[in-house]
């Protein structure tokens, strides 16, 4: 059970009482906020536990609910845009109530059903959720080690590669020499640490460090085998597994850098030497 009640996180509350618009949660220091009848069923009783997402009402009062939104507070994802007005443009979270990004919150432009990677902060001034382009992260690396694994989304494209979030903590880069698979702004995915750099900037691998794409290793396989088998990005991997003995992640990099190198044709149930 929360201590007291956290806005933009789930929250384990108490159900404390009923009322006509709904049922009263409670913290251990005793602060309410409702339950809309929406998301109440019968099995919440009086001194029940339930987890629940706090955020503000239109009228900027706690409330809660049982769904569970797209994104968490200080966390990021990427968001449909889906309305905008003169003060900033609203982002949907999975909730009934849409989320402000405000104008000095923003980067570039924003166009309704666009999508942008945005992080879910709290406006200490209104208490209130907003999303915003300009995020807050740790400067300073403190849990993470060469080699480890991280999870990352991908933010903004460069000349250089990738810019990627790592943990909804720090920032990264994705090289292009390090990029095997086809990829766009707003995908998240497993990582590896290759180097931490002395800005606290990190420098990450899609594959396992000291793993090699084995490309000649496809490629000798289909050889072998007239020179072209069934196979494709899509192809399941049991499959591939039990004809070139690699995960579908390494299957599927093989095949870009055979594409890459212009060694292979990908047809639409086939592959095949070029």
Do not use: C, W
Request: proline content about 2%; glycine content about 6%; overall charge neutral.
């Amino acid at each position: 059970m929360n201590e007291k009640i956290e806005v933009g996180r789930l929250n384990t509350l108490r159900v404390n009482r009923v009322s006509e618009p709904g049922i009263y949660l409670i913290s251990a220091d005793e602060t309410e906020v409702l339950l809309p009848n929406a998301y109440v069923t019968k099995s919440m009783e009086i001194d029940s536990l339930l987890e629940v997402f706090i955020y503000t009402d239109s009228e900027d009062r706690l409330v809660s609910t049982t769904l569970k939104p797209y994104v968490y507070l200080y966390e990021f994802a990427s968001l449909e845009i889906v309305d905008s007005a003169k003060f900033g443009a609203f982002v949907d979270i999975g909730l009934p109530k849409d989320i402000l990004v405000p104008k000095n919150k923003q980067k570039g432009t924003y166009d309704v059903g666009k999508r942008k990677v945005l992080q879910l902060q709290l406006d200490e001034r209104t208490n209130r959720l907003i999303a915003s382009e300009k995020y807050e992260l740790l400067k300073e690396i403190r849990d993470l080690e060469k080699n480890d694994e991280v999870e990352i989304i991908l933010y903004s494209k460069t000349p250089l590669g990738y810019k990627v979030i790592v943990n909804n903590r720090y920032e990264g880069m994705i090289y292009h020499t390090e990029i095997f698979e086809n990829l766009k702004i707003g995908d998240k995915k497993r990582a590896y640490i290759k180097n931490i750099r002395a800005d606290n900037k990190i420098d990450l691998s899609l594959q396992k460090i000291g793993e090699k794409i084995s490309g000649d290793k496809v490629f000798d396989i289909l050889v072998e085998n007239g020179g072209k088998l069934n196979f494709t990005y899509k192809s399941e991997a049991s499959d591939i597994n039990e004809v070139f003995g690699l995960s579908k992640k390494a299957f599927k990099a093989s095949l870009t850098k055979l594409l890459s190198e212009d060694k292979i044709i990908l047809e639409i149930d086939a592959i095949r030497v070029k």
